[in-house]
Every structure is written in structure tokens, then in C-alpha cells.
């Protein structure tokens, strides 16, 4: 009888599983006997009598859940130096050195019981890629977010641009004393890729898969990456808008993510204090905190044109936008196009520099590039809603992309 079990392993965060929950669930559809890993959270989303779900252990999903919020509390501690340093850099190289290994040695027992035919992951995912290579299965990776290690060709652009730059601003506000300063620049890496990389002690073509899909066009795709090996570009269906009305759209919608830490609080901070005059609607969301939510709350409780939500239908609020302003997380930026709704992005990491990158190029946006924006003291925001509400430059061309989106689906 023929093999005909998948593994699917997913990387439990919200901006990489439901993405991909239709894929899951098709893949069952299709009478494939599919264990999909991922946690307690998204089991929910995942609704077909041939997907078993099998939770990640606990240790895994912690590793997920860290974040540096806690550290942040402190507005003096600044953000860059904080996660930057190479000792931080370090810690975080070996600590995904660790979850690599772990999960290879954890995902075995379940390689030998079900024999995959086929394993399905994250493009983040890496000991997906490891089993694979290991017991010479097929594998198809999913790039649902933007992957460093194979689209570092943009890192060092990032690093004097973003990180070197608020390092200077904090410098200047007394947030960073000279010595640790120097100090930082004696310690840190230029390339911290290549750090990374030697501390994994990984070869990467050990972990190519025999085929990546990633949900972006060609031209969105080389605005970022340079790596084009047993690349498929895949489209979105557009009947997923046919309940939507992108006719009357109006004001800005803003959004930080899912988890908004200390920092992230500050930039919604000024970018709201730069727009709340501006005549638009403005909408936001603060992610699953509920205390930066009464604390924001509480701030504009008396600006009329602003409003706070915990979570919303990103589709409707995109579809009922002129304008989105966010982070530049990928999922958010795909649904935008469909929407037909250009974008102003201000990145904090290197995924949504790349991201921004992609915008800027094909010209469906503006990427936010005067970091004074994170120490509140920039009208860079309010000219780039000027600039998009000026012209049907960024719609037109938006709509062009869209396009692109649709047709790929089409023709697969």
C-alpha cells in the first residue's frame, strides 16, 4: 500500500499559521493523512478528519512565547542596544541552535512511527529541512515570513540605517551613556549573519528543501531576497474579497503586530501624536495586552477620530482603509495588496526592513527611513498619508501587484 502521511510543521505564532491553516486543511481535503505540528492555540482553526494536530511541547512553545517586553519597561534601556550587543546576539543564536536540535531529536520518534512521504514546513522551521535530508524524505518549505539566512544580502544596509542610527539618537538623549556605547561598538558584529550562521554550525545546503513556495510575486520577492533556487511563487484567491466593499474606504489603519512590547507602545505613541490632528478616522490595534490597551485607551480617551481594539478582522479593517500603517509583517502586507491599500511601514527588525525594501521598490508604499520617529520627534508619517492621499500613484500600482497575486492562484 502506498505511503501517503505528510507531515506539516509550523512555527506557532499567528502571523505564520494563518497563513497557512487553508494549505492544512486542503492537504486533508485531499485524503492526505496529515499530522500537523503547531500548538493548543490554532488546533481550533484546523477542521478536517484527516489532519491530526500534535501539539509542540511546552519547552517549544515558551520559546516562541519570550519576548524582550519585559526588559523594556525601562524607556531608558534602549531598544537597539538591548537586542543588538553581541552577547545578545549570541544567546539568540545558540538558544535557536538549541531549538533546532531539540526539535530534530524530539520530531524522530514520530518520523519512525508514521514514515512520512512527505514533510511540509515553515521555511523557520528548520529541523523540518534536517529530518527531511536525514531520512531522504521530500520536502517543500512555505516562506510565510521573510528568512534571514537566505536573504542577507540587505543585513548590513539595515544595520548603519536602522540599528547604528537610533543607537546614535539614544546617544544623544542621554539614553546611552559614551562608554557603553563605545563598548557596544567594540562588541558587536558587522555581520551578524555570519555569527549566527557559525554558531549553528549548520551548512546550508544541508537544509535547502527540494521546493520553496512563498506567497509574494517574483518582482515583491527579489526586492528582498537573492536566493532563487526551486523558487514557486504562489497567488491568493481573490474570492476570499467577494464579501468585501473596497469601494468605500476612508482613514488610516494601525497596527504594531500581535504582541506589542515597551518599544513598539512608544511608536504608536508618535505616530499618533503626529496624525490625531490629521481630518481621517483612525483605527488600532494593540494586540492580546490588555494593559497597553487601557493604557492607551486612557491616553486618547478624549480624541475623537481615534479608536483602540484588542483584535479586528484585518480584512474588513484593510478593506475599509485608505491607508495601512504597520510594522511591515508580511501576512499584514499580502492582505493589504488584495485590499488595494498602500502602506507606510516603519520596521523595528530585519524581516520588516526586507518587507519595506519590497514596498518602497514596486511602489506600493512609503517605508518610514528618519528614525526620530521612534524617539518622537518626526512629521515624516504625516507626509507620507499626505503624499499616498495625493496621488493615485500607489493605488494604480497596487492594484497592478494584486493582479500579479491573482493570477499566480489562477494558474496553479
Known amino acids: 500500500m502506498k505511503n501517503n502521511t505528510i507531515f506539516f510543521l509550523t512555527i506557532p505564532l499567528y502571523g505564520h499559521v494563518f497563513p497557512v491553516l487553508d494549505v492544512i486543511n486542503k492537504v ?41 517586553s519585559n526588559l523594556l519597561e525601562d524607556e531608558h534601556i534602549s531598544y537597539y542596544h538591548l537586542n543588538y550587543t553581541s552577547n545578545n546576539i549570541e544567546w539568540s543564536a545558540i538558544s535557536s541552535k538549541y531549538l533546532y536540535e531539540y526539535m530534530y531529536d524530539y520530531m524522530m520518534k514520530y518520523v519512525k512511527k508514521y514514515n512520512p512521504q512527505v514533510i511540509i514546513y515553515d521555511s523557520l522551521a528548520k529541523w523540518g529541512g534536517l529530518l527531511a535530508k536525514k531520512f531522504n524524505i521530500h520536502s517543500i518549505a512555505i516562506e510565510v515570513a521573510t528568512d534571514i539566512e537566505e536573504a542577507n544580502c540587505f543585513y548590513e544596509k539595515f544595520y548603519n540605517e536602522v540599528v547604528l542610527e537610533e543607537i546614535r539618537l539614544d546617544e544623544e538623549q542621554g539614553k546611552i551613556k559614551k562608554n557603553e556605547l563605545l563598548e557596544y561598538y567594540d562588541k558587536v558584529q558587522m555581520y551578524v549573519y555570519r555569527k549566527f550562521k557559525t554558531l549553528m554550525n549548520f551548512n546550508e545546503r544541508k537544509i535547502l528543501p527540494d521546493k520553496l513556495f512563498v506567497y509574494s510575486t517574483r518582482n515583491l520577492y527579489e526586492s528582498y531576497s537573492n536566493h532563487m533556487k526551486n523558487v514557486e511563487f504562489c497567488g491568493y484567491d481573490s474570492n476570499i474579497l467577494s464579501q468585501l466593499d473596497l469601494k468605500e474606504k476612508s482613514g488610516a489603519y494601525v497596527t504594531r503586530g500581535t504582541s506589542i512590547d515597551y518599544y513598539s507602545q512608544n511608536i504608536l505613541r508618535n505616530i499618533l501624536s503626529e496624525i490625531k490632528s490629521m481630518d481621517i478616522n483612525i483605527d488600532i490595534t494593540v494586540g492580546n495586552d490588555k494593559k497597553v490597551m487601557e493604557r492607551l485607551s486612557a491616553e486618547y480617551e478624549h480624541v475623537r477620530n481615534i479608536h483602540f481594539y ?55 508604499g512609503i517605508m518610514i527611513k528618519d528614525r526620530k520617529l521612534s524617539h518622537g520627534n518626526t512629521c515624516e508619517v504625516k507626509n507620507a498619508i499626505y503624499k499616498i492621499l495625493s496621488t493615485d500613484r500607489y493605488t494604480k500600482k497596487i492594484k497592478e501587484v494584486k493582479e500579479e497575486f491573482t493570477d499566480l492562484y489562477k494558474k496553479k
Not at 493523512?33 to 488546533?43: K, R
Request: glycine share 6%; net charge negative.
Open 310 to 364: 484588542n483584535f479586528v478582522d484585518q480584512w474588513k479593517m484593510l478593506a475599509n482603509h485608505e491607508i495601512f500603517i504597520s510594522h511591515g509583517g508580511l501576512s499584514g502586507v499580502r492582505e493589504a495588496i488584495l485590499c488595494e491599500t498602500p502602506m507606510i511601514v516603519y520596521p523595528s527588525n530585519y524581516h520588516d526592513y526586507q518587507v519595506g525594501l519590497a514596498i518602497e521598490r514596486n511602489n506600493i
Open 28 to 68: 486533508g481535503k485531499e485524503g492526505y493523512n496529515t499530522y500537523c505540528f503547531v500548538n493548543d492555540f490554532f488546533a481550533e482553526y484546523i477542521k478536517n478528519d484527516n489532519v491530526s494536530v500534535i501539539c509542540y511541547p511546552e519547552k517549544v512553545i515558551a520559546n516562541f512565547n519570550t519576548k524582550s
